[in-house]
């Protein structure tokens, strides 16, 4: 294993470290959204035992990946974030991911990883994967094979790795469909991952892409919510689940119909965002769904300090 995977993954474990210490010490979440979180400990239970009638929604985690000292994956460490995570009410994983660290780990840690979360699971609910990596579509699609063969839901594409930073939408779009076909029926997905470089699909290619009927799954990183809305409208009457990656738009993106959420907050308070997504579209609960938006709106850019 390279030394500077190493070193990647120290900073990384102490970064997370201190920044789940911060947020809960700072007053990022102030002291009246600890207050509602508290006399809403019971109502936040219950949503993740029995999903009120206006719950269609989902949040998703992206998945980090704990280590060892030694830089080795720690998958019993694994195991326990697996099952945090499905205590917290969530409704589906996202593994290999940035968050996992995808690109600093080796092939085999990938599949490892993937298929450990995948064993974890049981069936209990849907798993995805990045699995787009290699120098050439060959590569890729024979990773994609790879990886879905651990028994995930689907494989996710990275947008950036299908066409350089200067190409245009039919570059991408021609790098997709050789990509389909050279992957059998396998179900995939979209996600506009900010590394190497974020490439944000446009309405044109998005279409497009759908229209390939090869999509189950999108996790948007556009921000700006106009436009994030334009595609959730694009996908509504699709077999696509649309989750939005910006913890901002929480509550506009579920109410506009958006599947859920998958954002890196949710690593740090994954209840809130699964009772945001269990209560975003009752008319009951506006009030505490408004609160709480504006709550986790101001602790974005403090999370966004921690895990840059």
Known sequence: MKEENKSSRRIFLEKITAGTLGV?????????????????????????????????????PVMITPFRQNGQVDYDCLSRLTDFYMAAGVKGYFANCQSSEMYLLSEEERLGVTRHVVKRVNGAMSVVASGSFGNTLEEKAEFAKKIYQTGINAVIMITSLFANKKESDEILISNCEKFFAATDNIPMGTYECPQPYKRILTPYAFKYLLDTKRLVYHKDTTIAFEKVKAKIELARDSKLEFYDACTANTMNSLQAGARGMSTISGNFYPEILVWMCNNATNPEMQSDVNFIQNEITRTEAIIGKITR
């Open 24 to 60: 809960a010490l700072s007053a990022g979440l102030g002291e009246k959204a600890f207050a509602l979180k508290n006399s809403l400990s019971g109502t936040l239970k219950k949503s993740t035992e029995v999903a009120p009638f206006f719950s269609d929604k989902k949040f998703v």
